[in-house]
């Protein structure tokens, strides 16, 4: 690796003083005169008939603008990322509690919070289907005219039953996982309004807004090349905003109205009507030789996706994909169904099915290491993926891949290697440590990068030379917090060299950005910064040829250095703030990369080239008389490429982590009959800061030469070991082996006497 200016340096991010001083303005900070307040009437039933709506009583209310249900719609009425089959205002059906059935424009949030409660629905229950092995069977109410299947996957490799027959050793266990929130702080909002030239422009929190555009579009039959979605920031999103939330709404109301329209769902409106992590249950059976060699692997997995597909189909694909974890299975039968539900709605989330997967195989692992007496980060060095292996549903892993370095510094790092120590300070038996005990985990995890074979995965960036020789960088990705700006800034002032504060970033805006594809999947970095590094070294070459011409010189004559373009051996030069100045026109250049795929066909999923992995030490203590986890210390070795921006990737490994413990030890959506019990984050319960442990990150940079100086990316790959990490902490600490999440307070105490009673 070179020496360079601004990569891998530990630059503060360039929108860090406008977010601290609270000059940044997010989606829900924005009013403008004349604007009025939209709410949504959501189903009073999880699965109803709708008989009629009336709406003439709320529209008599003073100060109402519009009550609008789905008569008022000229398009499609539907949307949804892989298959538009969620209304936007619904039509004769509800199926969910989040559905929506009218949409109200008023002066006040008040009164349109009032109109809501006379609007009347008649509605006619329909049978419940809440239980997703309920949704598979024949008989059961079909929740979409083809059927309760939003999706499936059969998969088989080598001969599983000989792999098992050759198995001197067997595990077999069932996993649950529960549905999670995303709970990011800033909830769905957006401002929408026709502005002077008769276009749709709508200020969004999203993560894609050149496909909001193309959802409102069809939903609402507009113009597309009349819709402007603008959405440089966004607080947070996790990938709860990559499905369209308050966009069509907004953009119905606005035109409807004729008036600037907000929208701002509370938390409670949030919870109900939003997407989550999926459900799944999955039965594993995993078996090895004595040597420690994984030989066969099978996996049932049912997913609830809730009464839309959303992106279930995608998120099962990738549950296929990383059921086996970062190892070398020659035996392989997988068998998967995603199925609508009327429990809420499940999307896209950070790990998108691999987190999942994980706890699954990670927790196997562990298993399989006890069996066979042996240290179970050595069972995981053995059979792990390297350069060059065909694994999983036949991926060539021909792309860097450092999982193989990140466990050989797990093995050397002081946690692992003090592991016993470590634990005799707290289980000695001591008066102070009566009811404690101490454990120590450990997972590993892998994550592809970017959407897969047979999805268009791209990223476009323009650069601009001002007349001053700053830049104006502009990307069509979004910031939801993770940095990603700062760090494709810092791809461009290192070609360029030019300070970050002389970049001026333009993101998430359909007007005056290239499409980038969507801010997900662990892509953004990798491929948006690919696209900045291409569009820089064009600028160089036209800031080479427009030098030249002055200079009187080749541009082969010519290099770059410090906002100068300057003959080499020679006192000649020319500043860019020079070279704009004699230009007629601004300097432009476009760089546009995309993500590598597999050459060859695949069966099933949405196979990946480019992959990240992670390995994770977690030590906890266990307070026995109450069931208290208390997670310390957290060690994360990613294995991401070549960092960037070391702050960026240690706030996403702590951010990860943190997440990947409310998977574990505290997060659930609660559900009954279809309702939702848990609806404030004063009864959805989320570590905070108190719990936060102490995280070491130190990665492992194996470059990958098709990215940004060697980069790949990390945003996923920080939180999916970690809940199998903690699940093999605890049994560590106290000899219960627990396979369903979260781990609360109360599993702890009951399995705890159960295992007293044995």
Not at 267 to 284: A, G, L, N, Y
Request: a negative charge; one cysteine or more.
């Amino acid at each position: 690796m070179g020496t360079y200016k601004y990569i891998g340096k530990r630059i503060a991010r360039i929108d860090a003083r406008p977010k601290v001083d609270g000059s940044l303005k997010y989606p829900s900070d924005l009013y403008v005169e004349g604007m009025i307040w939209g709410r949504v009437l959501r189903a009073r039933y999880p699965h109803a008939l709708i008989k009629s709506i009336d709406t003439s009583e709320a529209e008599r209310l003073p100060g109402v603008v519009a009550v609008l249900t789905h008569k008022d719609i000229q398009g499609s009425n539907r949307f949804g990322i892989e298959r538009q089959d969620q209304p936007v205002l619904c039509e004769d059906r509800v199926r969910y509690v989040g559905d929506a059935v009218a949409l109200v424009g008023a002066e006040t949030k008040e009164i349109a919070e009032e109109t809501l409660s006379l609007i009347k629905v008649d509605y006619e229950q329909l049978p419940l289907v809440d239980d997703p092995r309920r949704a598979l069977e024949k008989d059961t109410i079909k929740l979409h005219e083809k059927g309760n299947i939003v999706h499936e996957l059969h998969f088989t490799r080598g001969d599983i039953q000989k792999g098992f027959s050759q198995a001197d050793v067997i595990v077999e266990n069932t996993y649950s996982m529960q549905m999670m929130d995303h709970a990011f702080l800033e909830t769905e909002a957006g401002l929408a309004y026709v502005d002077m030239d008769g276009v749709l422009t709508i200020h969004s929190c999203g993560q894609y807004a050149f496909r909001d555009v193309t959802q409102i579009a069809r939903a609402l039959d507009h113009p597309p090349e009349k819709i402007r979605m603008i959405e440089p920031y966004t607080g947070g999103a996790f990938g709860g905003k990559d499905e369209v939330t308050v966009q069509i709404l907004l953009a119905l109301l606005a035109l409807k109205t004729g008036r600037p329209s907000k929208i701002w769902f509370g938390r409670e409106e949030h919870f109900i009507s939003c997407t989550h992590r999926h459900p799944v249950e999955m039965r594993v059976k995993t078996g090895a030789t004595r040597g420690g060699k994984l030989i066969a692997h099978e996996v049932w997995a049912l997913q609830d996706g809730g009464a839309y597909a959303s992106l279930s189909g995608p998120v099962l694909c990738l549950v296929v994909e990383h059921c086996c974890g970062p190892y070398l299975i020659p035996n392989l039968k997988v068998d998967g169904w995603a199925v609508y539900t009327n429990n809420g709605m499940s999307g896209a989330f950070r790990g998108f099915g691999a987190t999942q997967a994980h706890v699954a195989m990670e927790s196997q692992m562990n298993i399989l290491a006890e069996k066979l007496g042996m240290d179970p980060l050595s069972l995981r060095a053995r059979n792990v993926i390297r350069r060059g292996d065909i694994f999983g549903i036949g991926q060539d892993m021909v792309m860097a891949f450092g999982v193989d370095k990140s466990l050989e510094k797990a093995m050397e790092h002081p946690l692992w290697k003090g592991r016993e120590r470590l634990k005799r300070e707290v289980n000695d038996g001591s008066v102070n440590n009566r009811w404690k005990r101490r454990g120590i985990g450990v997972a590993c995890s892998f994550q592809g990068s970017g959407l897969g074979k047979g999805l268009p995965d791209y990223a476009a960036t323009t650069l601009e030379l001002n007349t001053d020789g700053s830049i104006n960088l502009f990307q069509g990705t979004i910031e939801i917090g993770q940095g990603s700006y700062t760090g494709i800034a810092q791809v461009a002032a290192e070609i360029l060299d030019v300070p970050l504060d002389r970049i001026h970033f333009v993101g998430g805006d359909t007007k005056k950005t290239l499409d980038s594809g969507t801010t997900t999947a662990s892509r953004v970095m990798y491929a948006a910064g690919k696209a900045t590094l291409l569009a820089a070294r064009e600028m160089i070459r036209r800031l080479k040829e427009e030098a030249a011409k002055k200079l009187n010189v080749s541009p082969d004559m010519l290099v770059v250095e410090e906002e100068a373009i300057r003959v080499k051996g020679g006192k000649q030069s020319l500043t860019y703030h020079e070279v704009a100045g004699a230009l007629k026109e601004p300097l432009k250049a476009e760089g546009v990369f995309n993500i590598p795929l597999a050459d060859k066909e695949f069966s099933i999923g949405l196979p990946h080239l480019v992959f990240c992995s992670n390995t994770q030490i977690v030590l906890l203590d266990v307070d026995t008389l109450t069931g208290e986890v208390e997670v310390k210390k957290v060690v994360a070795i990613p294995d991401c490429g070549t960092v960037i921006n070391p702050l960026n990737v240690e706030g996403q490994s702590e951010g990860g982590i943190v997440m990947g413990m409310g998977y574990a030890l505290y997060e659930e959506n609660l559900l009954e009959k279809g309702y939702f019990k848990n609806t404030s984050l004063s009864t959805y319960i989320l570590p905070s800061s108190w719990e936060a442990p102490e995280v070491e990150t130190c990665p492992v940079e194996v470059p990958e030469e098709s990215g940004p100086f060697g980069a790949r990316s990390v945003a996923e790959v920080v939180t999916t070991p970690t809940a199998p990490a903690i699940l093999n902490a605890l049994y560590d600490a106290i000899g219960v082996r627990f396979t369903e999440l979260p781990v609360t307070p109360e599993k702890i105490i009951a399995a705890l006497a159960e295992k007293k009673q044995d």
